[in-house]
């Protein structure tokens, strides 16, 4: 399979300013992972990503760093702004409750394959991802993805369908990025789960505080965090909007 790059990043929901979404474009720099603003406690981060061009999606690879779950879906960079995204892979667990309580294996590693993709979006050329995180089981601390790799079901001798060019992206302090270990969650374990999160409700605040990710020094955040707020992230020639 070959791998696609990822070009730039069309809109976010937060980020913390030491770790911005923009680190997601850099899967092996070791510049850090994609956190949400400490401020923000909606519980959700999302992200709408630009691919290099428009290629059946094989293969996602994702580094977790404190999300409970991830949701993916798929679109093109020529729909209308009011055309909604299809579902490529279903709301899926990346850390269990138990987990989530102790602040344990925060940084795993999910590999998902087309096997794991719903069939109307499976096969299908896309160069639009739109990644959706919750943590619904507690508020108290920043997360994110540690890193995000895409690769295409077309083998690399294949014609590619060629889609927008991509800015420039903006220099960015590295910093360093943890080890990372595959992980399986069994399907009763993540059943009897998903039903203590639909009991307790999708936000429910939980007491106590856990180890970070990642320590980064404190300091105050410059952005604006709203639960159903967008950025809309500058490249070349165009003026950010919120």
């Not at 730039?8 to 929901?13: K, L």
């Not at 579902?87 to 087309?114: C, E, I």
């Not at 919750?134 to 590619?160: E, I, K, N, Y």
């Not at 990710?213 to 105050?220: G, H, I, R, T």
Request: net charge positive; proline share 7%.
């Amino acid at each position: 399979m070959a791998p696609v790059k990822i070009s730039h990043v069309v809109s976010f929901s937060s980020q913390d300013p030491k770790y911005p979404v923009e680190n997601l474009l850099h899967p092996e720099s070791q510049r850090g992972p994609w956190l949400s603003c400490p401020q923000d406690k909606s519980g959700q981060l999302k992200v709408e990503l630009q691919l290099e061009r428009a290629v059946p999606i094989g293969y996602i690879d994702v580094g977790n760093c404190g999300c409970a779950f991830l949701q993916i879906d798929v679109g093109r960079s020529s729909w209308s702004l009011d055309r909604p995204f299809v579902t490529l892979l279903p709301a899926t667990m990346l850390m269990s409750l138990a987990d989530s309580k102790q602040g344990k294996n925060r940084s795993g590693v999910r590999m998902f394959k087309d096997d794991d993709f719903l069939a109307p979006a499976s096969g299908e050329s896309w160069d639009r991802l739109r990644l959706t995180c919750s943590q619904p089981f507690t508020r108290h601390q920043s997360f994110g993805l540690a890193f995000l790799r895409v690769c295409s079901s077309l083998d690399s001798s294949d014609d590619p369908v060629v889609g927008p060019s991509a800015p420039e992206s903006s220099g960015l302090r590295q910093e360093h990025q943890g080890h990372f270990r595959a992980q399986e969650y069994p399907k009763a374990a993540a059943a009897r789960d998903i039903g203590a999160f639909s009991l307790h409700g999708a936000f429910s605040c939980l007491q106590g505080s856990f180890s970070p990710c990642s320590k980064p020094k404190k300091q105050p955040c410059r952005i604006r965090c709203q639960s159903s707020g967008e950025h809309r992230v500058q490249t070349k020639g165009a003026k950010v909007k919120e």
